[in-house]
């Protein structure tokens, strides 16, 4: 959680063909929940280096996230929440 309490990121992996990591949050009065969404490339002709790659993905929620909890939409596992 960045300073102005607004923007999330989490670390997300990725393959050698898909696309950067979009993270995506849904917000309600009392929730946060988070969705990473990766897109990959396939087709004929497309090859794909063997690479795992890990970086950031964030995204700025509308309003600040005060005392709502944090949940992974995926997994319904609640996050930790970070405030830097």
Known sequence: MSGD???L???AEWGG???LPH???TETPKAVLLTVRIAGRTGAGVVCPAV???GPARVTLHTV???R???DETTGRRLSV???
Do not use: P
Request: with cysteine.
């Open 23 to 25: 993270l995506r949050a």
């Open 65 to 67: 996230l005060g005392l």
């Open 17 to 19: 063909c898909d696309s």
């Open 9 to 11: 990121t989490v670390m």
């Open 52 to 54: 795992a790659r890990l």
């Open 5 to 7: 309490d607004r923007t």
């Open 82 to 84: 970070r405030r830097q």
């Open 69 to 71: 909890t944090v949940t």
